[in-house]
């Protein structure tokens, strides 16, 4: 598989200097994803590139092994506020859209390595703007709740 991407993740300053920044950002990432109930990966994507400079593709490699860690984590926290009978009878549906979701990320990560830097820029700008307005949209109008 080849990646075609520039060489360097980072063009900022010096990493130590930085951390202070980074643990801030990862702060207002975390409270923001909490509150909607993601990992934060929405927020944090924007933050790897714009703020510390990461290329596209080594952003969402990085954003997607912290999602995976802070779900790790979080999925017990969350299991004590809701009761662990309201979610198994779910199952079914929870079982389908993650072995879905693990397929999608399976080709995702495959088209983003095979992609051209400026693709991937802009395919995540479309979806980080798709996001926005699906957040939007559901806040703003009523959505009917989805009877499973």
Known sequence: ???RQEPSPLVAAPTHR????AFLAGGVVGLLGGIIGLGGAEFRLPVLIGVFGFVALHAVIMNKAMSLIVVTTALPARLLSIPYEHVASHCYVIANLLAGSLVGAWLGATWATKMRSTTLYRVVAVLLVLV???LAFTHLT???ALSL
Not at 18 to 21: A, E, F, I, S, T
């Open 132 to 134: 926005a307005a699906a």
């Open 1 to 3: 598989m080849t990646i």
């Open 18 to 21: 930085r951390l202070p920044l």
């Open 142 to 144: 009523p959505v009917a």
